[in-house]
């Protein structure tokens, strides 16, 4: 520990968390509205306290938060106009609600501005280039028939671990270069590095497991780049995967060099491909369940799964919001947001905001409108890997379809604690066969 706390500093205290019904939202004041609340999304009420929100204080200050005070902007059209004004809201230092644990304020190209963000992104943007999505449509669709045809009929299991940890492993191990009999290590630090208690209410208080996993993961990927360099430094062709990538470029080429933001580019590139891809393949069946008819319909309408694929993605919303900050004072919606303010889109919110989408908690596959969804943000921070996630899930449901007549989620999900992840632990499900004969 004494290594340790040398290395990455003092602790800050984590604030705790100790779960406890949620009230019905219409019993509180505004000012005692909390939608950072992390047991507000694991108990499943996060909806009514969003649209009461937007009802009547769509530009909402909360001043005693466990994270500090935040303004929360949750209409769609605000919080568009927040994300695509980086010249009066700062993504810089980070784009969680919360103080990462003490010694992790890692630095990632999503919280940082123009132009050093524009440098870094450009770097590994060309690994979900139209080209390269085409070539790795074959892979994916073979390795998420491999991961359907293995699991069992007519009988019960965790979807999270089996299909969607494994499907979003095997794509990170491919997209990384990583040793992939080793890509369980990957789906284990994304859960740890996005789940600090201290940053999104997450379930992992210990920060003493965050730091191991920020140490694990630094090694195995400094191994990884520098076995890269001396293979390429002996005459090997750069390959394209993210790592060459960034070592292919001018600007990036020593990242490993300034080690906060190689592990926090590293992390950023980890939890972007994992943890949205895999909790809407979660999310889609859960949808399904709450939905019935839309199942039916896509059913005798598979030409309809890549518009589905969109509305899955707006109606699960994987990451629930983005945090900027204010670099002057600025008037939104009536209110006067002073300079230095931590303000937070609320992408959950906007996804389901009346003014844009007709009944937007319903789950419509055929919705006209669902690609206008925000789950990928706007402006320059606009996802990176927005068309390869949108890959992974049509091929997913164009083989479920082909395998399954039903898809029956038989027990009540079990979220995850996090104000930060939309996410899934445990969904039980059973798959029946189609009857071919």
Not at 326 to 335: C, H, P
């Amino acid at each position: 520990m004494g290594a340790k706390k040398k290395a990455f500093g003092t602790r800050r205290p984590v604030p705790e968390f100790v779960e406890s019904a949620i009230p019905d939202v219409n019993t509180l004041a505004l000012e005692d509205i909390d939608v950072s609340n992390p047991f507000l999304y694991r108990q499943d009420q996060w909806r009514a306290y969003f649209k009461r929100l937007r009802d009547e204080a769509p530009v909402h200050y909360q001043k005693k938060s466990p994270f500090g005070p935040f303004w929360s902007v949750t209409r769609y059209e605000d919080i568009m106009f927040v994300d695509k004004r980086h010249d009066l809201f700062s993504a810089e230092p980070q784009i969680i609600l919360g103080d990462p644990p003490e010694g992790l304020s890692v630095e990632m190209f999503i919280a940082m501005d123009p132009p050093k963000h524009d440098v870094q992104r450009s770097s590994v943007q060309g690994v979900v280039a139209p080209k390269n999505l085409k070539e790795l449509e074959d892979l994916i669709r073979s390795r998420t028939k491999d991961v359907l045809d293995s699991l069992p009929l007519e009988k019960p299991f965790n979807w999270v671990p089996m299909v969607s940890k494994e499907l979003t492993g095997r794509m990170l191990a491919t997209l990384l270069d990583f040793p992939y009999e080793e890509r369980h290590k990957l789906v284990e630090w994304s859960d740890r590095m996005a789940g600090a208690a201290s940053a999104t209410g997450g379930e992992f208080a210990d920060e003493g497991s965050m730091f191991d996993a920020a140490a694990d993961m630094a090694r195995s990927f400094s191994k990884l780049w520098r076995d890269k360099e001396a293979r390429r430094a002996a005459g090997e062709e750069a390959g394209f995967d993210l790592i060459s990538l960034l070592q292919s470029n001018e600007d990036t080429k020593d990242l490993i060099n300034r080690p906060m933001e190689f592990i926090g580019n590293l992390t950023l590139l980890i939890v972007g491909g994992n943890d949205t891809t895999r909790n809407s393949m979660s999310g889609g069946l859960v949808a399904m369940k709450k939905f019935p008819q839309e199942f039916k319909k896509l059913k005798a309408k598979p030409e309809l799964i890549p518009n589905m694929v969109s509305e899955i993605i707006r109606w699960q919303t994987p990451l629930a919001y983005m945090r900027r900050i204010a670099k002057q004072d600025v008037e939104l919606g009536g209110d006067t947001i002073k300079k230095g303010d931590r303000v937070v889109m609320w992408y959950a919110s906007g996804n389901r905001d009346e003014r844009k989408f007709e009944n937007p908690d319903d789950f419509v596959i055929d919705r006209r409108d669902a690609r206008n969804h925000m789950s990928f943000g706007y402006g320059v921070h606009r996802c990176m890997g927005n068309r390869l996630a949108e890959l992974q899930l049509r091929i997913l449901w164009e083989e479920l379809l082909k395998r399954f007549d039903k898809i029956e989620v038989v027990a009540e999900p079990e979220l995850v604690q996090s104000n930060f992840v939309r996410g899934y632990s445990e969904l039980m499900v059973k798959l029946s066969p189609k009857n071919d004969s």
